[in-house]
C-alpha cells in the first residue's frame, strides 16, 4: 500500500519541487495539495505558476488546491510536506499535528525548539526519536519533523565528516548563493544581473545555529548542540540553482588533504529510496564543484567538495548542493522516508 501523502503549500518553488518528485515516487503517493485562499477552490494547474522543465503530470493538474487547514485535508493522509512561508507555518503546522496529522517541513519555522527534531538521514537519523518527547511534551497525535536551511544542509554533511573522524573546533563559512533559494519573486533580474548581493536576511544566523544542532548528540530526551563556534556570511549570486560555499573548518590536530579526502568520500550515505549512491563526492580538480556542472549529480542529491587544502587550524573546502533538490524538496522527502522507516508513519 502507497503512503498517502499531501502537500502544505504545493503552488509555490519548493512545492512544485515536491510534486514533481513525489508524483514519480515508488511509495507515496499524492492525494492533497494546498496552497492560500486566492489558490483555494482552482486546479493545480490554473494555480501554480508551473516553472519546472518538466510537465506538470496531468493528473496532478487537474487536482482542486485545498485550503491550508485542518479541516480542509482528507483524515487519512499519513504523511504531510509543507512548503510555506516561515510566518505561515508557524501559524499552521501546530494546528496539523494537533489534528493528528505527521508533518515533514522544509519552512524555518521552529527549527531550532527543543522538542522540534532538526535531521538530515545520512548526519543524524537517531534524532527524529526526539518526536516521542515532542509527543509527550505537546500531547500530539501527530509530529512536526523539520529539514535544516538549504545553505545549512550544503556545509553540515562534509563538517560530520571531520567531526566524526578528528572533531570540528570552529567552523567560518562564506557562501554564493542561487537566485532559486529567495523564491520566483525574491530578487528581481535588474537586482541580480551583473551584480552579487552580499546580504541575505536571517541566513547567517540559521547557518550558525541549524549547524550546530545537526552536528549535536541526542541522549534520549534532549540534543546537545555541538560546542564549536561557526561563523557565516551569506551573499547572492546570478546562478539559477546550487549553492556554492568557501568553508574553513578548524580541528582538532594536524589533518592531511589526503586523510580529510578519504573521511568525506568515505562517509556512508542512507539505504532510503532518495538518499545518493555516495553521499558526498570529493573532486581532486582544483575548480570543482561548480553550479552549472554538478549541482545535479545524483538526481541533485549529492553534495559536492573540492579544493580541500591545509591551513594552520585544519582545513578548507569547497562544498555545493542543489539548493531547492538536496536543499529543500529532496530533503524533506528524505526526512519523509525516514519517517516511515522509524514506523512514525
Ligand atoms: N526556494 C528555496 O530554495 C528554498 C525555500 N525554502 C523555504 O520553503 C518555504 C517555501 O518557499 P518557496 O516555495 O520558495 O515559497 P513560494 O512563495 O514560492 O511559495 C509559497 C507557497 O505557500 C503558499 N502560501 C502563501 N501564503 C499562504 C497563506 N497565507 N496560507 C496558505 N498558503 C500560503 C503559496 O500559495 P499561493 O500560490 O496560493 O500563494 C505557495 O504555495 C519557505 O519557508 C522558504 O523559506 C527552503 C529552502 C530553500
Ligand atoms: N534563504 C535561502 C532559502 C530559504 O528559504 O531558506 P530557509 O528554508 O531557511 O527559509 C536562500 O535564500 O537561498
Redesign the pocket.
Known amino acids: 500500500m502507497p503512503v498517502t501523502v499531501g502537500i502544505?503549500?504545493?503552488?509555490?518553488?519548493?512545492?512544485?519541487?515536491l510534486v514533481q518528485l513525489l508524483d514519480p515516487h515508488p511509495d507515496f503517493e499524492i492525494a492533497a495539495l494546498?496552497?492560500?485562499?486566492?489558490?483555494?477552490g482552482t486546479s493545480y494547474r490554473e494555480?501554480?505558476?508551473w516553472r519546472i522543465d518538466t510537465p506538470i503530470p496531468d493528473h496532478i493538474g487537474e487536482m482542486t488546491?485545498r485550503?491550508?487547514e485542518p479541516a480542509a485535508v482528507p483524515d487519512d493522509i499519513d504523511l504531510l510536506f509543507?512548503?510555506?512561508?516561515?510566518?505561515?507555518?508557524e501559524?499552521?503546522e501546530p494546528d496539523f499535528a494537533e489534528a493528528g496529522y505527521v508533518v515533514s517541513s522544509?519552512?524555518?519555522?521552529f527549527r531550532t525548539d527543543p522538542d522540534v527534531p532538526l535531521t538530515i538521514p545520512e548526519v543524524n537519523p537517531d534524532h527524529v526519536e526526539l518526536l516521542d518527547v515532542q509527543r509527550d511534551q505537546r500531547g500530539w497525535d501527530g509530529a512536526l519533523l523539520k529539514?535544516p536551511?538549504?545553505s545549512t544542509i550544503t556545509m553540515v554533511p562534509p563538517l560530520a565528516a571531520l567531526d566524526e573522524a578528528f572533531g570540528v573546533e570552529r567552523v567560518d563559512v562564506s557562501t554564493l548563493q542561487?537566485v532559486?533559494?529567495?523564491?520566483?519573486?525574491?530578487v528581481t533580474s535588474m537586482e541580480i544581473i551583473d551584480n552579487a548581493i552580499p546580504h541575505i536576511g536571517g541566513e547567517e544566523t540559521k547557518m550558525e545555529t541549524e549547524s550546530r544542532k545537526l552536528l549535536g548528540e541526542f541522549d534520549g530526551s534532549e540534543v546537545e548542540w555541538l560546542d564549536a563556534d561557526v561563523a557565516a556570511s551569506c551573499n547572492r549570486i546570478p546562478t539559477l540553482?546550487g549553492h556554492l560555499e568557501n568553508v574553513w573548518a578548524d580541528l582538532d590536530g594536524d589533518v592531511s588533504v589526503e586523510e580529510a579526502a578519504e573521511a568525506m568520500a568515505a562517509y556512508p550515505s542512507a539505504d532510503l529510496h532518495s538518499s545518493p549512491g555516495p553521499l558526498i563526492k570529493v573532486f581532486d580538480e582544483p575548480d570543482r564543484p561548480q553550479p552549472r556542472l554538478d549541482r545535479n549529480r545524483e538526481d541533485g542529491m549529492q553534495i559536492s567538495v573540492g579544493g580541500i587544502q591545509e591551513t594552520e587550524t585544519g582545513i578548507q573546502f569547497n562544498t555545493l548542493a542543489h539548493?531547492?533538490l538536496r536543499?529543500?524538496a529532496g530533503?524533506s522527502i528524505l526526512n519523509g522516508e525516514l519517517l516511515v522507516e522509524k514506523g512514525y508513519v
Do not use: F, H, I, M
Not at 509543507?82 to 507555518?89: I, K, N
Open positions: 502544505l503549500g504545493a503552488t509555490g518553488a519548493v512545492g512544485q519541487r494546498t496552497a492560500s485562499e486566492n489558490s483555494a494555480a501554480a505558476k488546491v485550503a491550508t509543507s512548503s510555506l512561508p516561515s510566518a505561515v507555518g501559524a499552521v522544509n519552512s524555518s519555522n529539514n536551511n538549504c542561487a532559486s533559494g529567495a523564491g520566483y519573486s525574491g540553482d539548493n531547492t536543499g529543500a530533503a
